[in-house]
T-cell receptor, first 113, second 114 residues
Framework: GDSVTQMEGPVTLSEEAFLTINCTYT??????LFWYVQYPGEGLQLLLK?????DKGSNKGFEATYRKETTSFHLEKGSVQVSDSAVYFCALGRNTGGFKTIFGAGTRLFVKA | DTAVSQTPKYLVTQMGNDKSIKCEQNLGHDTMYWYKQDSKKFLKIMFS???????INETVPNRFSPKSPDKAHLNLHINSLELGDSAVYFC?????????????FGPGTRLTVL
């Protein structure tokens, strides 16, 4: 079945460091891919998305490219801020008798000042 | 304006009790969901409704019963609460059309069963 695997956390970085959170997926066909972010005490909110191979999603300095050949959707940011501290979820979406989103386990990011 | 709202935000109750969580969305979306997030942040879908019709029902104990009185509301009733039901429950919605549409999440309801 469909699945999403993302790197285990927590990830601890200093402010202005480069961030990469790895995400790979298993799915048949062409799912949509998403990154969601969950700040402490809040619900998830969409960070970025990509709907087909080689698409690049970007938002707030974060970006991820849909790589079908490596079935990956790694999240990157060039310079993290303390306010980026949150849990990041990679996810895929498919229509299989109802649209279903499969989430990865989440990666907690701590950014130190 | 809150797009997806849930009540209550916190719910503390005893084992064996019956409780309900309410969800409302004002986005005009057709599809609504319930998710359970455990203490390790793992997020698992429970139910999905489209225009008041149940379309996804994952392996969830039948003590959990969703109810959608109209497409803007999806409530979750839980009978005979157990310790393992303690979690954060999130409601979400999305537009029906298009597989690339993202979901919009509510703020969550933290359920603690004592």
């Amino acid at each position: 079945g469909d699945s999403v695997t993302q790197m285990e956390g927590p990830v601890t970085l200093s402010e202005e460091a480069f961030l990469t959170i790895n995400c790979t997926y298993t799915a048949t066909g062409y799912p949509s891919l998403f990154w969601y972010v969950q700040y402490p005490g809040e619900g998830l909110q969409l960070l970025l998305k990509a709907t087909k191979a080689d698409d690049k999603g970007s938002n707030k300095g974060f970006e991820a490219t849909y790589r079908k050949e490596t079935t990956s959707f790694h999240l990157e940011k060039g310079s993290v801020q303390v306010s980026d501290s949150a849990v990041y979820f990679c996810a895929l979406g498919r229509n299989t008798g109802g649209f279903k989103t499969i989430f990865g386990a989440g990666t907690r990011l701590f950014v130190k000042a | 304006d809150t797009a997806v709202s849930q009540t209550p935000k916190y719910l503390v109750t005893q084992m064996g009790n019956d409780k309900s969580i309410k969800c409302e969305q004002n986005l005009g979306h057709d599809t609504m969901y319930w998710y359970k997030q455990d203490s390790k942040k793992f997020l698992k879908i429970m139910f999905s409704y489209n225009n008041k019709e149940l379309i996804i029902n994952e392996t969830v104990p039948n003590r959990f019963s969703p109810k959608s009185p109209d497409k803007a509301h999806l409530n979750l009733h839980i009978n005979s609460l157990e310790l393992g039901d303690s979690a954060v429950y999130f409601c979400a919605s999305r537009e029906r059309e298009g597989h690339y549409n993202e979901q919009f999440f509510g703020p969550g309801t933290r359920l603690t069963v004592l």
